[in-house]
């Protein structure tokens, strides 16, 4: 079945970069595009940007230029989500998407738990 | 502060019909695409509604969608206790060149 399946929960230290995956399987990886969101506790999605798993192509969210990164690596069907110079206000479930019609997301990752703390 | 912008919290009882709005502007659900989300506490957002009102395989038909200018509208008939959870608006800002939520909004069923 489609899936996307990311990597485990991370706590990391202000000033620090934290670098998330997410593995797509049950589908052709080129052929989706998959965004990054985010959710701090107790709030609500916030959209961090996008990238074309088949060129590598990205769009960052403004909020997040200069500090996100996404890359993709098509031999394991896999993209990435690096952000640095974490701060505290960073601690959020980060979420992996792929997007459907009309800029839907059809299928979303389990999560990933980034605890910035000192 | 969400761009987009729905009701804090809905209640409705079991078996009731209930709404929830979501309002943005020309740049966003005046000229894209809404799409609607259910997020279970604990759990990654599952879609619901699509393209205004497209359903899924697999989401039922009590689910609705509609768009009018500005404006989109989620409504769900014979509540469960089950459909106890979060709901969010979400769609593509031709300004922010971004995707955009709303804030979520709560559903209680009494």
């Known amino acids: 079945q489609v899936q996307l399946v990311q990597s485990g929960a991370e706590v990391k230290k202000p000033g620090a970069s934290v670098k998330v995956s997410c593995k797509a399987s049950?589908?052709?990886?080129?052929?989706?595009?998959i965004h990054w969101v985010r959710q701090a506790p107790g709030q609500g999605l916030e959209c961090m940007g996008i990238?074309?798993?088949?060129?590598?192509?990205?769009s960052y969210a403004q909020k997040f230029q200069g500090r996100v990164t996404m890359t993709r690596d098509t031999s394991t069907s896999t993209v990435y989500m690096e952000l640095s110079s974490l701060r505290s206000e960073d601690t959020a479930v980060y979420y992996c998407?792929?997007?459907?019609?009309?800029?839907?997301?059809?299928?979303w990752g389990q999560g990933t738990t980034v605890t910035v703390s000192s | 502060q969400s761009v987009l912008t729905q009701p804090p919290s809905v209640s409705a009882a079991p078996g009731q019909k209930v709404t929830i709005s979501c309002s943005g502007s020309?740049?966003?659900?005046?000229?894209?695409?809404v799409s609607w989300y259910r997020q279970l506490p604990g759990t990654a957002p599952k879609l619901l509604i699509y393209?205004?009102?497209k359903r899924p395989s697999g989401i039922p038909d009590r689910f609705s969608g509609s768009k009018s200018g500005t404006s989109a509208t989620l409504g769900i008939t014979g509540l469960q206790t089950g459909d106890e959870a979060d709901y969010f608006c979400?769609?593509?800002?031709?300004?922010?060149?971004?995707?955009?939520f709303g804030g979520g909004t709560k559903l209680t069923v009494l």
């Open positions: 990238i074309n798993p088949s060129g590598g192509s990205t």
């Open positions: 049950g589908y052709t990886f080129t052929r989706y595009y």
């Open positions: 393209d205004n009102n």
């Open positions: 998407a792929r997007e459907g019609s009309g800029y839907c997301m059809d299928v």
């Open positions: 979400g769609t593509w800002d031709s300004s922010l060149s971004a995707v955009v």
């Open positions: 020309s740049s966003n659900i005046g000229n894209n695409f």
